[in-house]
Nanobody, 123 residues
Framework: QVQLVESGGGLVQAGGSLRLSCAAS????????MGWFRQAPGKEREFVAA????????FYTDSVKGRFTTSRDDAKNTVYLQMNKLKPEDTAVYYC????????????????WGQGTQVTVSS
């Protein structure tokens, strides 16, 4: 089992940066693919980024490619989402999640979720 706790959200001006962290507990973190999702008010939860269990592969939705980077440090049981050049449309609650599935795009494939952290980008 994996427990996840996000941190690092906040209020930032457009063009600024934030780094989200997701601390995991549990002995299977290193074998989990980790994903980031976000949900804006009135919208469905959407895939943002994912990193494979090995860390060698990363995946991004088109709207964040070139601006967001996800990474993991298995020694610290932590996954990160570095967000640069933030835009107002990036405003949402961001969630990290863990899955043992190769279908990293689908929220329903993720077994464990954090509580979410709010990111607000002002124009």
């Amino acid at each position: 089992q994996v427990q996840l706790v996000e941190s690092g959200g906040g209020l930032v001006q457009a063009g600024g940066s934030l780094r989200l962290s997701c601390a995991a507990s549990g002995d299977t973190f290193s074998r989990s693919q980790m994903g980031w999702f976000r949900q804006a008010p009135g919208k469905e939860r959407e895939f943002v980024a994912a990193i494979s269990w090995s860390g060698r592969s990363t995946f991004y939705t088109d709207s964040v490619k070139g601006r967001f980077t996800t990474s993991r440090d298995d020694a610290k049981n932590t996954v990160y989402l570095q967000m640069n050049k933030l835009k107002p449309e990036d405003t949402a609650v961001y969630y990290c999640a863990a899955t043992y599935s190769d279908d990293y795009l689908s929220a329903h494939e993720y077994d464990y979720w954090g509580q979410g952290t709010q990111v607000t980008v002002s124009s």
